[in-house]
């Protein structure tokens, strides 16, 4: 078999160069939830015009400022919260996070996933 630079000038291949190259352009990025847009809050506006009145406390902040003048309450608040079975299973989950659950679904389809 021959290859291209064995063959004589009238089988040699012609490249028209005249031909310009296809230019695709760039597709738009698709954007999914922009009928939102008209919802949205503009740049540097808050929602809660408000805000935190100045000075607040959280809740957790506030037990920890209990628990920090007093630490013999942390200790009793702890010997009683373990006496519940329920606090317990809480703090090992907290620890250890949730157990796995597993199961079976059965789904019926219209058509055999093979036809899509």
């Given at each position: 078999?021959?290859?291209?630079?064995?063959?004589?000038?009238?089988?040699?291949?012609?490249i028209?160069?005249s031909?310009?190259?296809?230019v695709?352009?760039?597709?738009?990025?698709?954007?999914?939830?922009?009928?939102?847009?008209?919802?949205?809050?503009?740049k540097g506006?808050?929602?809660?015009?408000?805000?935190?009145?100045?000075?607040?406390?959280?809740?957790?902040?506030?037990?920890?400022?209990?628990?920090d003048?007093?630490p013999?309450l942390?200790k009793a608040?702890?010997?009683?919260?373990?006496?519940?079975?329920?606090?317990?299973?809480?703090?090992?989950?907290?620890?250890?996070g949730?157990?796995?659950q597993?199961?079976?679904?059965?789904?019926?389809?219209?058509?055999?996933?093979?036809d899509?």
């Amino acid at each position: 078999m021959s290859s291209d630079s064995e063959l004589s000038p009238k089988q040699q291949p012609v490249i028209d160069t005249s031909i310009e190259p296809i230019v695709v352009p760039k597709a738009k990025p698709v954007r999914l939830n922009e009928h939102l847009n008209d919802y949205k809050w503009p740049k540097g506006v808050s929602g809660n015009s408000k805000g935190r009145p100045v000075g607040s406390v959280s809740p957790i902040t506030a037990i920890k400022q209990v628990f920090d003048k007093d630490p013999t309450l942390f200790k009793a608040f702890i010997r009683e919260y373990m006496q519940d079975r329920n606090n317990l299973k809480h703090i090992v989950e907290m620890i250890d996070g949730k157990p796995r659950q597993s199961g079976e679904i059965e789904l019926k389809l219209p058509k055999p996933l093979d036809d899509v």
